[in-house]
Nanobody, 120 residues
Framework: QVHLVESGGGLVQAGGSLRLSCAASGIIFSINSMGWYRQAPGKQRELVATITTGGNTNYADSVKGRFTISRDNAKNTVYLQMNSLKSEDTAVYYC??????????????WGQGTQVTVSS
């Protein structure tokens, strides 16, 4: 199976920046894409950004222009640079990998999440 470990969450003031990291480990045959999702209290989990191995990115409208996703394929690591943070960005951020592990099936794998809190 694939294990994902996030880091970089914390408390930041509105307008500030934060950089999240997620490293994938375990038995990995291939990774189609990695990304970040978030879930705020009382809300459903939503897409933040994804990136394919080839570097194609996709962002939620709410974070376009403020967040940047990047990837180090050699390290199986994905990053999320978050700038101009708003209170609305407060959520638990989950790392995702759409990957093929030892069972040969493409599956979504999730990290345990890291809390991002934005205060005024």
């Amino acid at each position: 199976q694939v294990h994902l470990v996030e880091s970089g969450g914390g408390l930041v003031q509105a307008g500030g920046s934060l950089r999240l990291s997620c490293a994938a480990s375990g038995i990995i045959f291939s990774i189609n894409s990695m990304g970040w999702y978030r879930q705020a209290p009382g809300k459903q989990r939503e897409l933040v950004a994804t990136i394919t191995t080839g570097g194609n990115t996709n962002y939620a409208d709410s974070v376009k222009g403020r967040f940047t996703i990047s990837r180090d394929n050699a390290k199986n690591t994905v990053y999320l640079q978050m700038n101009s943070l708003k209170s609305e960005d407060t959520a638990v951020y989950y790392c995702n990998a759409y990957a093929k592990s030892i069972n040969w099936s493409l599956s979504n794998y999730w990290g345990q999440g890291t809390q991002v809190t934005v205060s005024s």
